[in-house]
């Protein structure tokens, strides 16, 4: 069985298992990007069986026709599912589901406790200037999807061009408390860690590793909302044959397996009882991303895919090139 993945999806900790258990062989070829399950897909699926693309790709291949329908009765394990990801948006299409929801995570907005008066309960902070050159935000449309919720747009994924240009304009607005826009969740990491910057936003490994170091750090939840993504496995056209895809599907959706998911990634997982086959140390981290809370996941506004994404990513390119 070959798989087109992330890293850290396929390893040996429940990889060989499964192999000891099920006689299938599993092969994992990497991706550094959602673009590359359609490219590949459309060059020839044929190669794989199942991929693992983010909630943003997701409708792109099902319209495309190059996954197959899942039947969920043969993935019984995704009874234990959180309820966001019973039936997600994304991965449905006229009454048939193309996937099985796997791991997820949210764009977390962070400040050093220290920084601010309270604990902030709207993205409107980021904006204040006395943080003049003391944020960093991730260099990825994300930033751009985080102004628009600022300035209460509602369909942030589908903005028309009037609504662009004040997310532009916000944006512009922002820089002056911008030292960096980061690429990497390690070197968002080292400005917080080198105190070069007091806030931004950030993936949870980097907040988890700077509470681990003892620093006080507040995990803003804003009122407006924050970003998430939601990878999900789903069966390449012609694959459903091969009877390793189902015992896989219903493999890494039981909670020992995203437990084990969760060791290498750090991610959230869609099973709810994940937290149960933890450790305490382990579950003590979890619960402090508010990973094993239900509310949590109602608070994500979930990715969508952009029509005018080369819009998007044009705006954000003029924005960083201005002085």
């Known amino acids: 069985m070959n798989l087109l993945t992330w890293e850290g999806y396929a390893d040996d900790s429940f990889v060989k298992p499964f192999e000891e258990d099920t006689g299938c062989s599993v092969d994992a070829v990497y991706v550094g990007s959602n673009d590359e399950f359609f490219a590949k897909l459309m060059g020839g699926g044929g190669a794989y069986d199942l991929i693992s693309p983010s909630n943003d790709t997701t409708m792109?291949?099902?319209?495309?026709?190059?996954?197959?329908?899942?039947?969920?009765?043969?993935?019984?394990?995704?009874?234990?599912?959180?309820?966001?990801?019973?039936?997600?948006?994304?991965?449905?299409?006229?009454?048939?589901?193309?996937?099985?929801?796997?791991?997820?995570?949210?764009?977390?907005?962070?400040?050093?406790?220290?920084?601010?008066?309270?604990t902030p309960d709207s993205l409107a902070f980021l904006w204040d200037p006395k943080f003049k050159g003391k944020l960093a935000m991730w260099d990825d449309i994300e930033t751009v999807y985080t102004a628009a919720r600022y300035l209460g747009i509602e369909d942030i994924y589908d903005m028309d061009d009037e609504q662009l240009a004040k997310v532009k304009e916000a944006?512009?607005?922002?820089?002056?408390?911008?030292?960096?826009?980061?690429?990497?969740?390690?070197?968002?990491?080292?400005?917080?860690?080198?105190?070069?910057?007091?806030?931004g936003n950030s993936w949870e490994e980097t907040l988890l590793k700077l509470k681990e170091d003892g620093r006080d750090i507040i995990d803003v939840d804003p009122k407006e909302g924050r970003g998430g993504?939601?990878?999900?496995?789903?069966?390449?056209?012609?694959?459903?044959?091969?009877?390793?895809?189902?015992?896989?599907?219903?493999?890494?959706?039981?909670?020992?397996?995203?437990?084990?998911?969760?060791?290498?990634?750090?991610?959230?997982?869609?099973?709810?009882?994940?937290?149960?086959?933890?450790?305490?140390?382990?579950?003590?981290?979890?619960?402090?991303?508010?990973?094993?809370?239900?509310?949590?996941?109602?608070?994500?506004?979930?990715?969508?895919?952009?029509?005018?994404?080369?819009?998007?990513?044009?705006?954000?390119n003029q924005v960083k090139a201005a002085q």
Request: charged letters at 25%; aromatic letters at 12%; glycine letters at 8%.
């Open 60 to 118: 792109k291949l099902i319209d495309a026709g190059l996954v197959d329908p899942v039947d969920m009765s043969k993935v019984p394990a995704s009874k234990e599912f959180f309820e966001t990801f019973e039936s997600p948006a994304w991965l449905s299409k006229d009454g048939k589901t193309y996937g099985v929801p796997y791991a997820w995570g949210i764009i977390r907005i962070i400040v050093d406790a220290d920084a601010v008066d309270g």
């Open 171 to 199: 944006l512009l607005e922002l820089k002056p408390n911008i030292r960096k826009y980061w690429f990497t969740t390690s070197e968002m990491g080292t400005l917080m860690q080198g105190k070069e910057v007091v806030g």
């Open 229 to 316: 993504w939601s990878d999900s496995w789903m069966i390449a056209k012609g694959a459903s044959e091969n009877e390793c895809v189902y015992k896989w599907l219903d493999y890494v959706s039981t909670a020992k397996v995203q437990a084990l998911g969760h060791k290498v990634t750090g991610f959230g997982y869609a099973n709810k009882n994940l937290v149960g086959e933890l450790t305490p140390e382990e579950k003590e981290s979890f619960e402090t991303l508010g990973m094993s809370d239900p509310e949590t996941l109602k608070t994500v506004s979930w990715w969508q895919p952009v029509k005018q994404r080369a819009k998007y990513l044009e705006i954000w």
